[in-house]
């Protein structure tokens, strides 16, 4: 099969490989690297004024982007979180104060260091949901990446570069929105330091990784592979510059609850200070988490020091268990609602079956990703067979059908410890 030929610029002779976009006339090329030129010139010899731009950008509550206060954060994360006030006031004040520091004077003489954010809490509390949430809202480019995928440069697996690769194309390769996104690294815990004692073996997915993330956080130029995937010579590259790129790492960091409590039993002495203890071990000892107990459980004091807003997510109890099922604007229940409508069916769920899924969820040590699964045990029979059927109207899901339902499932022969 014959190679196809590649597009060239009618201007600067390059080919498609070599710049990011080539747009086709009748009879003539152009990169978008000439377009970027020529207006530049334009400006330049005629003015700014003759210029057309682009209107500023608008989120869906009409507000211009950025023109936020914490409170607005935090009110529009109460429509779609459940709980989690400390978490959410953390994280509106630490994004409030990053755009604000992006949109600064530039002539003042105090430079305001970045705000980036580490939260901690088990599976299922709500951290990526709080993070695409506000990208949401901010209107700005946003991407996920999980960090278990990386490796240091040169082995197997993903280079550190490749989050911004995400950022960029979620951008639509906009470099100068990219430089105003929000990256989100989730389980970060899992690139913890294997172990504090020395090696002649490279711990390439730990502390190789943080190493490799210090120049992220902190912020620099780096060379990226608009495509993703690895770097070689040959490849067209991207500069990026992370200096005002919002860094909102997430981690579950199952058992540092010993690591924290090994420290307050540590600074405990006396009859007064065990009382206090037993205080403090009514609550959960997740709320008093500090970097300390992160370098304990094998962060390196270098991303640490990058990372200086920690904050933390309790674990779900079940009055707000049964909240995330019918309160926030994406409810669950409301989706299977709008799902059975779109049949022109009406679902009704009665009340004792709302505790019943939250009661499960708790048995099964699920957190708030886990009514999701047990509504789709209870929806999916009637899901497969009501569409079509022109003469059911309702459908009422009573406590015992959805009993019935439960004990027949692969989770009544699930045993929790």
């Given at each position: 099969m014959a190679k196809e030929k590649s597009m060239q610029c009618s201007f600067c002779l390059k080919t498609d490989d070599e710049v990011i976009m080539m747009i086709s006339g009748a009879k003539a090329n152009i990169c978008n690297e000439c377009v970027e030129n020529a207006a530049k010139i334009i400006e330049n010899e005629i003015g700014p004024s003759t210029i057309s731009k682009p209107a500023p950008r608008k989120n869906k509550g009409g507000k211009k982007e950025f023109d936020y206060k914490p409170v607005d954060i935090k009110n529009y994360l109460d429509q779609y979180v459940i709980g989690q006030e400390d978490a959410k006031k953390v994280l509106s004040v630490a994004i409030y104060n990053h755009y604000k520091r992006i949109n600064q004077n530039t002539s003042d003489d105090v430079e305001i260091e970045k705000s980036n954010v580490i939260m901690i809490g088990e599976t299922g509390t709500g951290k990526t949901l709080m993070a695409k949430t506000v990208a949401k809202m901010l209107n700005v480019p946003f991407a996920i990446a999980d960090a278990t995928v990386f490796t240091e440069a040169g082995y197997v697996g993903e280079d550190v570069e490749s989050i911004l690769s995400r950022l960029l194309q979620a951008a639509n390769y906009d470099v100068e929105q990219t430089q105003r996104g929000i990256v989100f690294i989730d389980e970060i815990d899992k690139i913890g330091r294997k172990t504090d004692n020395p090696s002649i073996t490279r711990d390439v997915s730990g502390e190789g990784v943080q190493q490799a993330l210090l120049k992220l956080l902190e912020g620099s130029d780096v060379l990226v592979p608009p495509q993703g995937g690895r770097k070689h010579p040959e490849q067209k590259m991207v500069s990026i510059n992370t200096q005002n790129i919002l860094f909102i790492c997430g981690g579950a960091f199952e058992g540092i609850d010993k690591v924290i409590e090994k420290r307050i039993t540590s600074t405990a002495i006396g009859f007064k200070s065990s009382k206090a203890y037993e205080t403090?071990?009514?609550?959960?000892?997740?709320?008093?988490?500090?970097?300390?107990?992160?370098?304990?459980?094998?962060?390196?004091?270098?991303?640490?020091?990058?990372?200086?807003?920690?904050?933390?997510?309790?674990?779900?109890?079940?009055?707000?268990?049964?909240?995330?099922?019918?309160?926030?604007?994406?409810?669950?229940?409301?989706?299977?609602?709008?799902?059975?409508?779109?049949?022109?069916?009406?679902?009704?769920?009665?009340?004792?079956?709302?505790?019943?899924?939250?009661?499960?969820?708790?048995?099964?040590?699920?957190?708030?990703?886990?009514?999701?699964?047990?509504?789709?045990?209870?929806?999916?029979?009637?899901?497969?067979?009501?569409?079509?059927?022109?003469?059911?109207?309702?459908?009422?899901?009573?406590?015992?059908?959805?009993?019935?339902?439960?004990?027949?499932?692969?989770?009544?022969?699930?045993?929790?410890?």
């Open positions: 403090v071990k009514e609550h959960e000892l997740i709320q008093y988490v500090n970097a300390q107990d992160l370098r304990s459980f094998g962060l390196i004091p270098e991303l640490l020091g990058r990372i200086p807003i920690v904050t933390y997510l309790k674990s779900l109890d079940a009055s707000a268990l049964k909240r995330i099922l019918t309160e926030p604007k994406n409810a669950l229940i409301k989706q299977y609602i709008h799902l059975f409508k779109m049949e022109g069916i009406q679902l009704v769920i009665e009340e004792p079956v709302l505790d019943y899924i939250v009661s499960k969820a708790i048995e099964y040590k699920l957190g708030g990703r886990g009514l999701r699964s047990i509504c789709e045990l209870l929806m999916t029979d009637a899901m497969f067979e009501l569409p079509g059927q022109t003469s059911t109207q309702d459908f009422v899901i009573t406590l015992d059908y959805a009993k019935e339902k439960i004990e027949k499932s692969k989770y009544a022969y699930l045993k929790v410890a």
